[in-house]
């Protein structure tokens, strides 16, 4: 027997939300053949042996009258008997499809949840804060944010999440297992919305649009955290130190500045990381893989972010600005790394002789002199560098690079320093000032020489 029902707007919603936690009991004797969500009406028919069915709303008990919403979402569903949906398990069968982006699953109420991805549909709020949640479980592990709970523990490490499946991600850290590999490149991934995320790198799709600013993204995780910019939303605290971020896992990562813990081991060298993405990034030093390039010049990078900096030689970017003297920087760590000319701070300290520094480069240069080391060799003449940057400059001697142009003569140089002091012919700035006489200098080296007509001595 079939029965066809037509739904209003508050009726769909209902059946929705209580399909979701109660379809595996209530349709135990039932065949959904089709539901039916489009813009002006929704139609449910079912296949049954009994007169009787017992919906999960009880508004759906009760013949429902026909109604126009033109903001309704379409969705349509074949479900075949609870028997044959059982064996999906053991086939792998997904019966149920997404018409919106294709996505396919084993059980109905999967792909309610999955389309309220489209929808941004979020019946479920947390009572303590407002936040609203697409899924009661969603909610659930939410709210263990306000109550500290973790009831989900490693049993190799003794770490305990929020979540079940934060544990099971964790535990690839463990053993190594990637289980989600890409069809097209073979790339495998420890979560499947990384492996999601990876093929968008292929196929260039980002059906995932910011309602806001209209920015477009591969995967609704990062639309999520993308969000986060336009409401200052900040929910997850470190409780060590007070600093306040937009994303659990970026908590976690943080949490390992205070405790030490590396996780991530590169099974090549044995060097350690706190986070797997600096392991991945890492890795590409062994196996010589670059897989992103400018756009402009075609140069080839091991990550995104250096890809981003890299293009700043090409536009003049400096977005970093240093508050007390106004010089601009196109990186973060250089504006960092400048202002301890004003504080006179140097962090980074020689455990051998005590020296201090303030850039880390120079302490890892200094430290070869105690140790003798330079490990970096150019393979084409064989000069030894204690540095990975200086055997990068050097090897422009024999390749004729020349990356740093002068946007205001056509002259090109293979160093950024040099561009820096060229431009000071255009701008006359002269920053090198002899404090004898008031002479100044828009070279260093200038000065220096000069300072040795007032002390007599040869250069």
Known sequence: ????????QSERIDFRNNMEQETEETYRHSDIVNISIKKNETSIEINTESERIDFPSKTL?????????????????????????????????????????????????????????????KPYRCDVCGKLSSTKSGLDVHKRIHTGEKPYQCD??????????????????????????????????????ALTVHKS???????????????????????????????????????????LFSRSGDLTTHIRVHTGEKPHHCDICGKTFSHSNALTIHKRMHTGEKPYS???????????????????????EKP???????????????????????????????????????????????????????PYLCDVCGKAFALRSDL???IRTHTGEKPYHCDICPKSFSQSSDL??????????????????GKSFCRKSGLTKHEHIHTRDKP
């Open 1 to 8: 027997m079939q029965h066809k029902f037509k739904l209003k």
């Open 294 to 316: 400018c756009d402009i010049c075609g140069k080839s990078f091991t990550s995104k972010s250096k890809v981003t900096v890299h293009k700043r030689i090409h536009t003049g």
């Open 420 to 437: 820096n002091t060229h431009k000071r012919i255009h701008t006359g700035e002269r920053p090198y000032p002899c404090d004898i006489c």
């Open 392 to 394: 990068t400059i050097h």
């Open 61 to 121: 008990q009760e013949k429902g009258e026909a109604s126009t919403h033109s903001d309704n979402f379409s969705m349509s569903i074949s479900q075949a008997s609870p028997r044959t949906a059982h064996t999906t398990i053991h086939t792998g069968e997904k019966p149920y499809h997404c018409d919106v982006c294709g996505k396919s699953f084993s059980k109905v109420y999967a792909l309610t949840k999955h389309i309220r991805v489209h929808t941004g549909e």
């Open 156 to 193: 190799v490490c003794g770490r305990s999440f929020s979540g079940r499946s934060n544990l099971t991600k964790h535990k690839h850290i463990h053993t190594g297992k990637k289980p989600y590999p890409c069809d097209i490149c073979s790339k495998s991934f420890t979560e499947r919305n």
């Open 201 to 243: 790198t292929h196929t260039g799709e980002k059906p995932f649009q910011c309602e806001i600013c209209g920015k477009s993204f591969s995967h609704v995780d990062l639309l999520t955290m993308h969000k986060s910019i336009h409401t200052g939303e900040t929910p997850y605290h470190c409780d060590i130190c007070g600093k």
């Open 320 to 374: 970093y600005h240093c508050d007390i003297c106004g010089k601009s920087f196109s990186q973060s760590s250089d504006l960092t790394t400048h202002k301890y000319i004003h504080t006179g701070d140097t962090p980074y300290h020689c455990d051998i002789c005590g020296k201090s520094f303030s850039r880390r480069g120079h302490l890892t240069t200094h430290k070869y002199i105690h140790t003798g080391g330079k």
